[in-house]
């Protein structure tokens, strides 16, 4: 129980309370906190020192957060467990703060909040619409409203309005003025630019009255017209507000005081003073969910690029250079056998360059140059010197396998495995102008079919497509070649994903690998893998200026359950 020693601290007649605990806590139920209306103070004692006194200390309660100078808050925490104690549930925090003069604010919210976390206490939300008072109002229930003050003002023989603005003030004149002329309580000459009394008996103050009503006894005073009437004169505005039913908990005390805090972070004064042995500190919630970072995001297209890149890695695969986005029609086209006078070399969708229109690097090996364009003769195809020097941006990646498979035959042929995932070129109407394209290439002696379709499977397996379907197609430069077809059964229907084949003998010839070597190929879209998937349906929420950025953000680090995504 708190001692209490009483004194005068010089001529002005202040009480200073002095209030000291046998344990110090500050959450002792003081008995000088059981009266509601009292307001206890704890102050330095005035010492006299050449006629000066020294200043307050300043404290903050550590339930309240209030900081007042020289004064403590009321321990409210003590009114409300006192309070539960006598009547085990309170049915209202607003109506219980008011009765208390307790303001119902994030005070006595955090204080609730407290209460609840260590069990003391059991509130539930009670939302309601609050009515709010502006200052204008605020200034009617101490003085009166504008109109009635205007009337009241206006003596019998009459006054001028420039009188009874310098009497009340223009704001309030032309408030009240409007108001009683509208009512009917006053007249007003032009000409004399008088006001008169049209009543013999002052006027009710009504607005007065509703306010008075509304503040007291809330909304439910007053009929939803006056309501409107004082919103539309802007005297109140109606708020939602939240308020608690608050109950006991279980472990509720009348004399409850806060635990210890709990240390959250370990510093390096506590390191060094050694307290962090007796320490306790906050416990971790490592099941929680983390921060979400605001920045750093990767994009979809990236995460999937990562994931086929592993892919292949695992594979044993090694990747190709893919640096020349400006590529020659000698290495785009005429290399993987795609005649001059093909379809595809005229499509308006190819990118070619306005400068430098022609290149002047091609293979060193003239004999290269020769056996290419003798293979275009041999199939009836014609040759344009000029054509094949034509630069353009590369339209597939076959330009960069068909410049490794060279360089392999250059070197002495070796059995490799090589993929490439980069961008490329066409300006296609339903698309970007450039997008990624995913290629595997595998060369090695007596290959066929049978391992296409082999690695085929294997490389979409490890992607988490299960069910393939190989249906025949057609390439230039690969025989047989197909098209790589999946099951989705999120839809429930057959979806093409990409192509592979196995290359041409004549073109593996041509370029200079011996006899008996054979390649195997397939290739997609990334941005078509990503789009499986995340399950995005269409291509500009993925990429381009109407990308979804919400969709870059919430897209998984990591996917587990590929195969139930297809």
Not at 99 to 124: A, F, M, Q, R, Y
């Given at each position: 129980m708190p001692n209490r020693h009483m004194s005068r601290a010089g001529n002005n007649d202040m009480t200073t309370t002095k209030i000291s605990t046998g344990t110090g806590s500050i959450g002792q139920p003081a008995s000088i906190c059981a009266a509601r209306t009292t307001k206890i103070f704890i102050q330095r004692v005035k010492t006299k020192a050449g006629g000066s006194e020294s200043s307050g200390?300043?404290?903050?309660?550590?339930?309240?957060?209030?900081?007042?100078?020289?004064?403590?808050?009321?321990?409210?925490?003590?009114?409300?467990?006192?309070?539960?104690?006598?009547?085990?549930?309170?049915?209202?925090?607003?109506?219980?703060?008011?009765?208390?003069?307790?303001?119902?604010?994030?005070?006595?919210?955090?204080?609730?909040?407290?209460?609840?976390?260590?069990?003391?206490?059991?509130?539930?939300?009670?939302?309601?619409?609050?009515?709010?008072?502006?200052?204008?109002?605020?200034?009617?229930?101490?003085?009166?409203?504008?109109?009635?003050?205007?009337?009241?003002?206006?003596?019998?023989?009459?006054i001028t309005k420039n009188e009874l603005e310098a009497f009340l003030g223009a704001q309030v004149v032309r408030i009240g003025f409007n108001h009683a002329m509208r009512a009917g309580w006053i007249s007003y000459d032009k000409l004399t630019d008088r006001i008169s009394r049209r009543l013999t008996t002052e006027p009710a103050d009504a607005t007065r009255d509703s306010l008075l009503r509304l503040h007291t006894h809330g909304l439910s005073a007053l009929p939803a017209a006056t309501i409107d009437m004082l919103k539309k004169r802007q005297l109140v505005s109606i708020v939602k507000r939240t308020t608690f039913r608050v109950e006991r908990g279980r472990r509720y005390a009348p004399?409850?005081?806060?635990?210890?805090?709990?240390?959250?972070?370990?510093?390096?004064?506590?390191?060094?003073?050694?307290?962090?042995?007796?320490?306790?500190?906050?416990?971790?919630?490592?099941?929680?969910?983390?921060?979400?970072?605001?920045?750093?995001?990767?994009?979809?297209?990236?995460?999937?690029?990562?994931?086929?890149?592993?892919?292949?890695?695992?594979?044993?695969?090694?990747?190709?250079?893919?640096?020349?986005?400006?590529?020659?029609?000698?290495?785009?086209?005429?290399?993987?056998?795609?005649?001059?006078?093909?379809?595809?070399?005229d499509d308006p969708g190819i990118l070619y360059l306005s400068e430098p229109a022609a290149t002047s690097r091609l293979p060193d090996s003239d004999d290269y140059l020769q056996r290419v364009r003798h293979a275009h003769a041999r199939d009836g195809d014609g040759w344009d010197e000029?054509?094949?020097?034509?630069?353009?941006l590369r339209t597939h990646l076959s330009a960069v396998s068909f410049r490794t498979l060279y360089q392999l035959a250059q070197d002495g042929f070796q059995p490799k495995k090589y993929f490439s995932i980069d961008r490329v070129f066409r300006d296609e109407e339903w698309f970007l102008p450039e997008f990624h394209e995913i290629q595997?290439?595998?060369v090695d002696h007596d290959l066929s079919q049978a391992n296409l379709v082999g690695v085929v499977a294997q490389f979409f397996q490890r992607l988490g497509f299960d069910k393939l379907r190989f249906r025949p197609a057609y390439s230039p430069s690969a025989e047989p070649s197909m098209t790589v077809l999946f099951f989705s059964e999120r839809i429930n229907k057959w979806i093409e994903i990409g192509n592979a084949g196995v290359f041409r003998p004549e073109v593996l010839s041509t370029v200079g690998l011996p006899e008996g070597v054979r390649a195997i190929a397939w290739s997609l879209s990334l941005e078509r893998l990503t789009?499986?998937?995340?399950?995005?349906?269409?291509?500009?929420?993925?990429?381009?200026?109407?990308?979804?950025?919400?969709?870059?953000?919430?897209?998984?680090?990591?996917r587990l359950d590929k195969q139930a995504r297809r």
């Open positions: 200390r300043r404290m903050k309660c550590f339930l309240c957060a209030m900081s007042i100078p020289g004064q403590r808050c009321p321990k409210t925490h003590v009114l409300l467990l006192k309070d539960l104690e006598s009547n085990p549930v309170i049915e209202d925090s607003g109506i219980w703060a008011a009765s208390n003069s307790v303001p119902h604010g994030d005070n006595l919210v955090g204080l609730l909040k407290l209460l609840e976390i260590n069990e003391v206490v059991v509130t539930s939300a009670i939302p309601k619409d609050v009515a709010e008072l502006s200052d204008e109002a605020e200034g009617i229930l101490q003085h009166g409203s504008a109109e009635v003050r205007t009337y009241k003002a206006v003596p019998l023989e009459g004399n409850w005081t806060e635990p210890p805090r709990p240390l959250t972070e370990l510093t390096p004064e506590i390191l060094r003073s050694g307290t962090w042995q007796e320490a306790h500190f906050k416990d971790r919630n490592l099941n929680g969910p983390g921060v979400v970072p605001h920045g750093g995001y990767l994009h979809p297209v990236l995460k999937v690029r990562g994931e086929v890149r592993e892919a292949f890695l695992e594979m044993g695969f090694e990747e190709m250079p893919t640096g020349n986005y400006v590529e020659s029609s000698f290495w785009n086209f005429d290399a993987p056998f795609y005649p001059q006078r093909h379809s595809a070399r000029t054509e094949r020097r034509r630069n353009l595997g290439l595998v789009m499986i998937e995340f399950r995005i349906c269409s291509t500009r929420d993925l990429v381009g200026q109407r990308q979804r950025l919400d969709l870059i953000k919430n897209t998984p680090i990591c």
